[in-house]
């Protein structure tokens, strides 16, 4: 039953210690770095010694998707490349999530409108999905002169970031036909 799962995760160790913390970033957002983390120190102190926290559960005020900022606000990040040793590509993380999806499978990875997603997500904020997509699922490449959306549905590891953090709530992720996908109790 999913109640018991729930249950179960909050009255275990990790949902304690995220119990704890879980006023920090909200009150970080609200406040600022200096203000917020002293704020949020001194919830996890009241936490941790009385069981209670002095503002109870606060909310982060907007959603993932609504945080995302015009990449003109912005610079660009230049990322090194894998070294291989500490830090590896994409594809290579993808590889060991044991991922599987049978060819010709109806598409689990649904665009509601290509039209917008080149003019918000491509034009206004840079594409974030080839970026905070783990998998390297969503690229935009250059074809004939023009950007174009490319969904490689094939790498999907079913995190559901897409559906999450897209700008425009425009890309819908639906489970895969016949529960495809990553083996994780293999990795």
Request: hydrophobic share 35%.
């Amino acid at each position: 039953e999913v109640i018991e799962i729930e249950n179960g995760w909050r009255r275990s160790d990790i949902g304690k210690d995220l119990k704890r913390v879980r006023n920090v970033k909200p009150l970080w957002s609200k406040f600022g770095t200096a203000l917020g983390v002293a704020l949020g120190g001194l919830d996890m102190w009241t936490n941790t010694l009385f069981g209670f926290s002095v503002f109870g559960t606060l909310g982060h005020g907007k959603t993932d998707a609504q945080s995302l900022e015009p990449a003109a606000k912005h610079k660009p990040i230049a990322y090194p490349k894998p070294d291989g040793v500490l830090t590896f590509d994409r594809l290579s993380s993808v590889f060991l999530s044991n991922t599987n999806h049978e060819e010709d499978q109806p598409v689990h990875l649904q665009v509601k409108d290509m039209a917008l997603q080149k003019s918000s997500e491509h034009d206004i904020f840079a594409g974030p999905s080839a970026r905070y997509c783990p998998a390297g699922v969503y690229e935009w490449v250059e074809k004939d002169g023009k950007d174009t959306f490319v969904i490689n549905a094939q790498n999907c590891v079913h995190c559901k970031t897409c559906d999450i953090k897209d700008p425009n709530q425009n890309i819908n992720w639906v489970p895969p036909q016949g529960g495809e996908g990553p083996v994780y109790p293999n990795m």
